[in-house]
């Protein structure tokens, strides 16, 4: 397996990722992978990209606009809109690479990318087949309940407003904890130990902020609504104990074509960087992505 820094342009962003290919291969399928919300490539991208070279795969992963070494400004705010945009142009980078075979392009989303992968899919037709492991993939009701209600939900969407007000009229993001034990104002207010602990996703390169003009945004994206225009064959990978399988149920059945799932066991956060959850992922996926591009 051979690791090659790159960069690529995304609407007049310079994009950084890593391309992993298999050894002794000239050109092989190509698999755009991305990873959670808020994340770098560092977080699970890279460990799922890697995962896909050994196992036949030229693998892109990548950060964002405006997240880790990618360029773009403001800062580490979570844009379903930008993201998808940023994936269409991986995908661009990625088919036309020399060591991939354009007519064999795969999208992998892990977690809260499964939302944007499947955005991007149903119209960039180079993408030929779509995995999703423990995908997030939330819809109006889904939302209202992990968010504390409509009330919650409009209480966030008005702090989002006021928070942008401020940055068009001074340039100053507002940021909040992603994870946070103590500070109920994080995005996520519970003591998580992969985003917390150095030895996991707690790493430098991570910031673990949340920029507060980015929750209408997130809030009112509806994910399970894609499904039904989803052409591509779709693998989802997940866990009655990871996040929200009820979003994963009913996008499933949403879904009109070719479709599998594999339910297995497992935490949201085990298929992040454990080895039993990550390696059963990549192995399905892998075979998936070999029946279907």
């Known amino acids: 397996m051979n690791h090659t820094k790159t960069t690529f342009d995304s609407a007049g962003v310079e994009l950084i990722g890593n391309l992993y290919r298999p050894e002794g291969v000239e050109s092989a399928p190509g698999v755009v992978v991305a990873g959670t919300w808020t994340s770098v490539k560092e ?12 196992r036949g795969f030229t693998a892109l ?6 997240y880790g070494e990618s360029g773009g400004e403001p800062r580490d705010v979570e844009s379903p809109a930008l993201k998808v945009r940023d994936i269409h142009n991986a995908v661009t ?12 392009v795969g999208a992998l989303g ?3 990318a499964a939302m944007y992968m499947s955005a991007n899919a149903v119209d960039d037709r180079r993408v030929r087949s779509l995995a999703l492991v423990a995908p997030w993939l939330h819809d109006r009701a889904i939302v209202e309940a992990s968010y504390g209600g409509a009330d919650g939900v409009a209480a966030k969407i008005a702090a989002a407003h006021r928070a942008r007000a401020h940055y068009d009229e001074t ?11 103590t500070d109920v104002s994080a995005a996520m207010p519970f003591e998580i130990d992969f985003y917390l602990n150095p030895e996991r996703g707690g790493i430098p ?9 980015a929750w209408e945004e997130w809030l009112t994206y509806d994910a399970v609504a894609l499904a039904p225009d989803i052409a591509q064959p779709t693998l989802i990978v997940h866990s009655e104990d990871a996040a929200i399988p009820e979003g994963t149920q009913r996008f499933y059945a949403g879904l009109p074509g070719r479709k599998d799932i594999l339910w297995t066991q497992g935490t ?16 399905t996926v892998a075979a998936h992505f070999r029946r279907t591009l």
């Open 61 to 66: 992963s990548f950060d964002f606009t405006g």
């Open 110 to 112: 892990i977690c809260a």
């Open 171 to 181: 340039g100053e993001v507002e940021y909040v904890p992603v994870v946070s034990g």
């Open 93 to 104: 980078f990625l088919a036309s690479h020399s060591w991939v075979d354009s007519e064999r």
């Open 268 to 283: 949201q956060f085990d298929f992040y960087d454990q080895a039993p959850q990550v390696n059963l992922a990549a192995d």
């Open 43 to 54: 977080l699970m991208a890279d460990r799922y990209a890697q995962q896909l070279a050994e």
């Open 205 to 213: 390169a991570w910031p673990n902020r949340y920029a507060v003009q």
